[in-house]
């Protein structure tokens, strides 16, 4: 029903920027908030940041405030994950989703896409 797409991700050094985008299809992820995880090495998925499409609704990890930002291109039916100050403890695989009504961060998906690798080196 709905298909959700990363890319974006890559070998950048401590400091750098990226952009990851998550292309979502379906006739209903309108209507639901969307949200970016990500999993470091070793480590449990993690919540990174959420969004409405119309822009409000806004939420960030503690890690990542001030740093990163999300947004969203309804036209392109696109939510992007703008990285900044990028550090190392940010190595991991990110993924969008959508969300559970109601929640911060609850992914609604029963399934996990592909994943973008974002790699920090020192």
């Known amino acids: 029903q709905v298909q959700l797409v990363e890319s974006g991700g890559g070998l950048v050094q401590a400091g750098g920027s990226l952009r990851l985008s998550c292309a979502a299809s379906?006739?209903?992820?309108?209507?639901?908030?969307m949200g970016w995880f990500r999993q470091p090495p070793g480590k449990e998925r993690e919540f990174v940041a959420r969004?409405?499409?119309?822009?409000?609704?806004?939420y960030y990890a503690d890690s990542v405030k001030g740093r990163f930002t999300i947004s969203t291109d309804n036209a392109k039916n696109t939510v992007y994950l703008q990285m900044n100050s990028l550090k190392p403890e940010d190595t991991a695989v990110y993924y969008c989703?959508?969300?559970?009504?109601?929640?911060?961060?609850?992914?609604?998906?029963?399934?996990w896409g592909q994943g973008t690798q974002v790699t920090v080196s020192s």
């Open positions: 989703n959508v969300l559970k009504r109601g929640t911060y961060s609850d992914p609604a998906l029963d399934y």
């Open positions: 379906g006739r209903t992820f309108s209507t639901y908030a």
């Open positions: 969004t409405r499409w119309s822009g409000d609704s806004t």
